[in-house]
């Protein structure tokens, strides 16, 4: 098991950034695809954004795409979601995951087992 610690949330205002951060301990996070979910009151889970092991690959949700981009560095054991131009319809708790999922189930909250507990991103003028 990996334990999963995020940070870089935040009060910002429409159009700012925030760089969040997913930081693991106990092991690295070598090997693991990770990814960025979000949750905003009353709604379900999404998924937001997920990079493969290998860092190769990239993926991002509709909603995020041209805004945010995740990026990781395995030697800081941390993973990176980079939000730009940010919209009040952003503002979720921001929960990290890693696992090993197949391409196909990127975007599955079920293909991770290592869960942090979130940070919130609040997006209002």
């Known amino acids: 098991q990996v334990q999963l610690a995020e940070s870089g949330g935040g009060l910002v205002q429409p159009g700012d950034s925030l760089r969040l951060s997913c930081t693991a301990s106990?092991?690295?996070?070598?090997?693991?695809?990770v990814a960025w979910f979000r949750q905003a009151p009353g709604k379900e889970r999404e998924f937001v954004a997920g990079?493969?092991?290998?860092?190769?690959?990239?993926y991002l949700s509709d909603p995020v795409k041209g805004r945010f981009t995740i990026s990781r560095d395995n030697a800081r054991r941390t993973v990176y979601l980079q939000m730009n131009s940010l919209k009040p319809e952003d503002t979720a708790v921001y929960l990290c995951?890693?696992?090993?999922?197949?391409?196909?189930?990127?975007?599955?909250?079920?293909?991770?087992?290592?869960w942090g507990q979130g940070t919130q991103v609040t997006v209002s003028s």
């Open positions: 106990g092991r690295t996070l070598s090997g693991y695809g």
């Open positions: 995951a890693a696992g090993t999922p197949i391409l196909s189930t990127m975007t599955l909250s079920s293909a991770y087992n290592n």
């Open positions: 990079i493969r092991a290998s860092g190769s690959n990239t």
